[in-house]
């Protein structure tokens, strides 16, 4: 920027201003300013930019290690901040320790910028940490977002892919599909929805069953329960994500109910133990490779550049199909 600024017989500050496009040249000046920089091949260094702003080339990651397949995501988020030059400093959302807990201690150690994983806080929360430094939200749809504020979401299109799940069920024979939802978990409400739109669309509105849980291992099982007490059995369950229907799946092989024999058995995140030879389950893939790399992308992009015009990086979904899901049984 210094030769820059000696060749051009302006000031430092003016080839500043200049080059970050802000007002205080002439035009004469501005485009003098901006040949020679382009003849040297001048390039911004976005390091010595980050320290002049007080900020560290650290992206602070928010996860549920509970979750697993958030535990993927971060295990994808290393090596795409590392090809860039970030480091990664995680901070984990357990019960009993908020969200505003995480983030802030996150920012007591100058992170940059902030990818939060699966978070539940309400949305004005993030607007207002994005105040601060440049907010990623992963798996959850956002309403609030803009193209002024550096907050962004990457997410899967659950509507669609919750619609593969029922055409392919219902594209099999079963019209008793159950559903377990995740309660207030990110995703669970666009989930529903597009359960119940999807059934309807099929004709199946009086076939719409649904138990409220959670995206945990004991939300399915209590709902495993529930529906072994009811007087028949759905055909099908869809239950809101891979945890979930891991429980599900333990308490119907336990109580001697033949997956997918008796009832077909389908999750949602393809996460690593899904493909478990003694699991087999069939799901809906999300890309978690594509995920952390894009929010990797956008963070650090927001970090250097400010608000980004991608705001909301929608990925597509992926029907795999597996072992516990087959056509019902003739006499249901």
Known sequence: MADVAERAGVSRTLVSFILDGKPG???????RVL????????????AARLLAQGRSRTLGVMSDIRQLFEAELVTDIYPAAEHLGYEVLLSANLPGRTEETVVESLLSHR??????????????FYRKVAERVPVVVACRRLTVLDH???LATVRTNDTKGIRQAVDYLVGLGHRRIHHVGGGKDPGAGERLRAYKAAMR?????????VTVGAHNEESGATAARAMLDAPTLPTAVLAGNDRCAF???????????????QVSLMGYDDNRLSEN???????????????????VDLAVQMLVDGPSHA??????????????TAPPRAAD
Do not use: M, W
């Not at 040249?25 to 485009?31: F, H, L, V």
């Not at 669309?201 to 069953?209: E, F, K, N, P, V």
């Open 111 to 124: 992170c940059g910028a902030l990818i939060l994983l699966g978070p539940k806080s309400d949305q004005d």
């Open 148 to 150: 002024v504020t550096p």
């Open 35 to 46: 040949a020679i920089a382009e003849e040297i091949g001048y390039r911004p260094d976005s």
């Open 247 to 261: 429980g599900i799946l333990d308490v119907f092989t336990r109580a001697g109910v033949d997956v997918p024999g």
């Open 311 to 324: 705001a909301d990086v929608i990925l597509e979904p992926t029907l795999v199909v597996r072992g516990t």
């Open 25 to 31: 040249a002439s035009e004469e000046t501005k485009q």
């Open 277 to 295: 030879p003694r699991i087999d389950l069939t799901t809906i893939h999300q890309d978690a490779p594509g995920i952390a790399r894009n929010a």
């Open 201 to 209: 669309a099929h004709g199946l509105s009086d076939d719409i069953a």
